[in-house]
């Protein structure tokens, strides 16, 4: 049994400029122990998809229209406030995309991360700071006594973001979303964290729900690949598979537009072409045919389902949702 089964996630807003469908039926599993990335521009949906899980979604203006969130047995999206406050920051815990903005400004580093030991674990102020001091020099941060003392402002952006991560892996959750970690960060301390994130998950078995958009970032840390447009999954597959054999116009897109080293430098980096659509007033065919090269009037009718495809896999079966990839490729009913 899969340890985070997704089913059938839709979730909307409804503002004064109509209703936005941010994440349109998504379904997926997260196994013990294992990376997956959702890959896609910005608005695809990938972040609402994981605050709708946590129950951190603004209600109004969010609707979570339809489906079930699946975790030991129990459906997350039927949970209590007071049941998901006990299981966030526990056995679930989320990295968020800006530190600066997660972290409280009026408190000191210590304050905050001594709250999540004393609320889930029940520990006392003296045994919580004594755990925070550890966490925060596992996660590389130097003199570590000294730096509980200090507020947010006064630590590096690279030094917040690994502040982050000890907050969030404290319990010693089940279950990481890490929600762009590396933004905004240098090349070097970008390195840094991966690195901890991986050796963090071999110590703890970890299973880590990775949302980005750096496909650089993908292929080295992640175990399967779910790619989202508008809303929806358009591709899923093993990273091996994914990179060896892009199926989808919009995920051949996305790889062809990262520079590879020996290039020659010459010319202009490929890109889609194009805009995403509105999400308040989505096509009704495939999202993506209006950017893509090799749309055909078939593409506009209908919404093309996930399907899986007949294509020889290293790493299980791969799913995509392009009538014309599925027509080329076979597919498996």
Do not use: W
Not at 26 to 48: N, P, R
Not at 87 to 106: A, V, W
């Amino acid at each position: 049994m899969a340890l985070l089964d997704v089913r059938d996630l839709s979730v909307r807003f409804d503002t004064f400029h109509g209703t936005v469908r941010a994440v349109d039926h998504v379904s997926f599993t997260l196994e013990e122990s294992e990376t997956l990335a959702l890959v896609g521009e910005s608005g695809s949906g990938k972040s609402v998809t994981n605050l709708a899980m946590m129950g951190l979604v603004p209600q109004p203006p969010g609707v979570i229209e339809s489906g079930e969130v699946l975790f030991d047995g129990r459906d997350l999206l039927r949970l209590s406030p007071r049941e998901l406050q006990r299981l966030r920051g526990k056995e679930i815990s989320m990295i968020f995309q800006d530190p600066m903005t997660s972290l409280n400004p009026l408190l000191t580093v210590g304050e905050q991360l001594s709250e999540v030991l004393e609320v889930h674990l029940g520990l006392s102020r003296k045994e919580a700071r004594l755990r925070c001091a550890s966490a925060i020099g596992d996660v590389g941060i130097p003199d570590p006594e000294s730096r509980l003392a200090q507020y947010p402002h006064e630590l590096s952006g690279g030094m917040r973001q690994r502040v982050m991560i000890a907050m969030a892996l404290l319990c010693d959750p089940r279950i990481l979303i890490a929600d762009e970690p590396t933004t905004a960060l240098d090349v070097t301390i970008q390195a840094q964290i991966l690195d901890l994130l991986t050796e963090l998950q071999h110590q703890h078995g970890t299973a880590i729900i990775l949302i980005t958009h750096d496909l650089g970032v993908v292929a080295g840390q992640s175990d399967r690949v779910h790619v989202m447009y508008a809303g929806r999954l358009v591709e899923t597959a093993d990273v091996r598979d994914l990179y060896r054999a892009p199926l989808h116009p919009y995920t051949q897109g996305l790889l062809a537009s990262v520079p590879r080293i020996g290039d020659s430098g010459e010319g202009s980096l490929h890109s889609i072409p194009g805009q995403p659509p509105d999400l308040a007033s989505l096509p009704a065919g495939c999202a993506f045919a209006a950017r893509c090269e090799r749309a055909q009037p078939e593409c506009g009718r209908e919404v093309p389902p996930l399907v899986a495809t007949n294509l020889e896999v290293t790493g299980g079966a791969r799913f995509v949702a392009c009538p014309l990839t599925i027509a080329s490729a076979g597919s498996a009913r």
